[in-house]
T-cell receptor, first 111, second 114 residues
Framework: GNSVTQMEGPVTLSEEAFLTINCTYT??????LFWYVQYPGEGLQLLLK?????DKGSNKGFEATYRKETTSFHLEKGSVQVSDSAVYFCALSPTGNQFYFGTGTSLTVIP | KAGVTQTPRYLIKTRGQQVTLSCSPI?????VSWYQQTPGQGLQFLFE???????NKGNFPGRFSGRQFSNSRSEMNVSTLELGDSALYLCASSYQQGRDSPLHFGNGTRLTVT
């Protein structure tokens, strides 16, 4: 079947610290992988995506590499800011008509 | 381009009532999906429509139904509401079929059932 496992939160970091949020997946076929971010009171916003093995998605200083051999898509950022505080969701799309989401990882960045 | 618009933003209903939620996708997007978000279960897929046809349905009871109109706008209906239906309902649209096309979400409708 299809599923996504994310590291448990919450995660608290100081400003300018390095961020890693782990994501592993199980999928049939060759899915596309996504990271979404959700701010309080809002829907999910697309952060980045990768559509095939070894692709690197990047946006706003965040990066994630599609690793087929380890079935992983870990999110990283070199220097977090207070404005990065949000909930982050890893997701996969095997066919396009249904996405599978992880449980979300809450990140708080303190000044 | 305007984003995905969901109305209303908040709803309070009592058990046994029914409710209809509305979603207007991004202009040009023909696929609309609905998800239920709760603290305990996370994001759960309800259904997906493309060109007025339901292509996929999640594991929800028949009380949950939806439809899509010719202008791609979509509605979701929940009948005989239960306390456990309290959740944030998110609508998302995408431009085309296929696994590469990302979902674009609205801000959701917060449903509270008392």
């Amino acid at each position: 079947g299809n599923s996504v496992t994310q590291m448990e939160g919450p995660v608290t970091l100081s400003e300018e610290a390095f961020l890693t949020i782990n994501c592993t997946y199980t999928a049939t076929g060759y899915p596309s992988l996504f990271w979404y971010v959700q701010y309080p009171g809002e829907g999910l916003q697309l952060l980045l995506k990768a559509t095939k093995a070894d692709d690197k998605g990047s946006n706003k200083g965040f990066e994630a590499t599609y690793r087929k051999e380890t079935t992983s898509f870990h999110l990283e950022k070199g220097s977090v800011q207070v404005s990065d505080s949000a909930v982050y969701f890893c997701a996969l799309s095997p066919t396009g008509n249904q996405f599978y989401f992880g449980t979300g990882t809450s990140l708080t960045v303190i000044p | 381009k305007a984003g995905v618009t969901q109305t209303p933003r908040y709803l309070i209903k009592t058990r046994g009532q029914q409710v209809t939620l509305s979603c207007s996708p991004i202009s040009g997007h023909r696929s609309v999906s609905w998800y239920q978000q709760t603290p305990g279960q996370g994001l759960q897929f309800l259904f997906e429509y493309f060109s007025e046809t339901q292509r996929n349905k999640g594991n929800f009871p028949g009380r949950f139904s939806g439809r899509q109109f010719s202008n791609s706008r979509s509605e979701m209906n929940v009948s005989t509401l239960e306390l456990g239906d309290s959740a944030l309902y998110l609508c998302a649209s995408s431009y085309q079929q296929g696994r590469d096309s990302p979902l674009h979400f609205g801000n959701g409708t917060r449903l509270t059932v008392t």
